[in-house]
């Protein structure tokens, strides 16, 4: 695994090192002494495995409140997707910016997503499937969302927003009152 901080502190970019041969190929999807480096609280308490139908669909941007804020580890299966994550820390000094990268089934790439961080996806592909790998279980009384294209944050989308839930259709844009998620 190269394991890289972005520029948002706690948000890491992992590159999977696969052995190849005439088989096929072997990868290490997780491993908790690599994982350790970047956060020794950090253990599997879920696994979720999602697929989009229509590229261009946009899912997120999600996260959960405090006491089930949840760390993400997000990889695609199949297909290709532009993955986000926006900092909504409290008094985080990169408060509001996002990182996307593409992930995809050739490039083996993964995003470790820290708590403090919501996080969404539009597909690239037609039946684009991810896995998650997550530190904390699902809680509908602490989960919340921010808008996918809300003008505080300016995301830059791959591509034209074909789809969207009506869930996420509903969360409203933020407003000056926002300071973030405390952990």
């Known amino acids: 695994m190269n394991i890289k901080e972005t520029h948002l502190k706690g948000l890491y970019s992992i590159e999977l090192t696969p ?3 005439e088989r096929g190929f072997f990868v290490r999807h997780f491993c908790t002494n690599e994982f350790n480096q970047i956060d ?3 253990k599997i308490e879920q696994i979720n495995h999602s697929m989009t139908q229509t590229k261009g669909t946009i899912r997120g941007m999600h996260f959960q409140y405090s006491p089930h804020a949840e760390t993400k580890v997000v990889r695609c299966l199949k297909g290709s997707i532009f993955d986000v ?3 909504i820390r409290h008094n985080s000094p990169t408060f509001l910016q996002w990182y996307g990268e593409v992930l995809s089934e ?3 790439k993964m995003l470790f997503i820290p708590k403090g961080f919501a996080h ?3 597909a690239l592909e037609d039946n684009s499937e991810i896995i998650y790998l997550v530190d904390e279980f699902y809680s509908k009384e602490s989960e919340s969302g921010i808008k996918y294209n809300d003008p505080r944050i300016g995301i830059k989308w791959k ?3 074909i789809f969207t839930s009506e869930k996420d259709k509903q969360i409203e844009a933020l407003n000056d009152s926002f300071t973030g998620v405390k952990l």
């Open 19 to 21: 052995f190849r041969d």
């Open 120 to 122: 969404g996806f539009q």
């Open 40 to 42: 020794k609280n950090f």
């Open 85 to 87: 994550a926006v900092d």
């Open 106 to 108: 050739e490039n083996m």
């Open 159 to 161: 591509m034209e927003n």
